[in-house]
T-cell receptor, first 113, second 116 residues
């Protein structure tokens, strides 16, 4: 599986935008970029995914570099409830063992009041 | 729609015992995956079940096993517990109506297992 690299931790002030980076230089042309987050004492939850174009949903935006070797999850106005570990995960078409999510160490986001 | 539920939420066992954890997926979801989360190893995939068959398995010893019932509910079992099995065990379900590349997995709150 292609590997992703994320910073271990980031801090943000409440109500300010947050840009969480992810590098995936070995991404293949059919890999989608997914983001999950895990709030304290909860299971991970899906945030957003994309292939080539930037994507927006009610939770966040995903900006994908033109060469697809990196992406950025954007939280437009961070709240205290956004404090979580954010995971960037690549998912390709089903190829036997490809269905599971392969989690890296993620980025611990701290939101300061 | 109810989310993924896991029971029990907390469990304390002693070394050598066995344990069974239960997971009820979201109604209509046919795939159930199990993950182990520890501070040292992070989130690791255990196995996935679909239509009562184990479809994929992670790199865990044979002491870890699971099954899925006809109603898609799943159980995982750990025999001869070791101290290192202390972890948060997470279950995730997905509908399997789209390709894996775009499929969202829905996680339960997990079962916190402590082995003494």
């Amino acid at each position: 599986d292609a590997k992703t690299t994320q910073p271990n931790s980031m801090e943000s002030n409440e109500e300010e935008p947050v840009h969480l980076p992810c590098n995936h230089s070995t991404i293949s042309g059919t890999d989608y970029i997914h983001w999950y987050r895990q709030l304290p004492s909860q299971g991970p939850e899906y945030v957003i995914h994309g292939l080539t174009s930037n994507v927006n949903n009610r939770m966040a935006s995903l900006a994908i570099a033109e060469d697809r070797k990196s992406s950025t999850l954007i939280l437009h106005r961070a709240t205290l409830r956004d404090a979580a570990v954010y995971y960037c995960i690549l998912r390709g078409p089903f190829r036997g063992s490809a269905r599971q999510l392969t989690f890296g160490s993620g980025t611990q986001l701290t939101v300061l009041p | 729609k109810a989310g993924v539920t896991q029971t029990p939420r907390y469990l304390i066992k002693t070394r050598g015992q066995q344990v069974t954890l239960s997971c009820s997926p979201i109604s209509g979801h046919r795939s159930v995956s199990w993950y182990q989360q520890t501070p040292g190893q992070g989130l690791q995939f255990l196995f996935e079940y679909f239509s009562e068959t184990q479809r994929n398995k992670g790199n865990f010893p044979g002491r870890f096993s699971g099954r899925q019932f006809s109603n898609s509910r799943s159980e995982m079992n750990v025999s001869t517990l070791e101290l290192g099995d202390s972890a948060l065990y997470l279950c995730a379900s997905s509908p399997q109506t789209t390709g894996a590349a775009v499929e969202e997995q829905f996680f339960g709150p997990g079962t916190r297992l402590t082995v003494l």
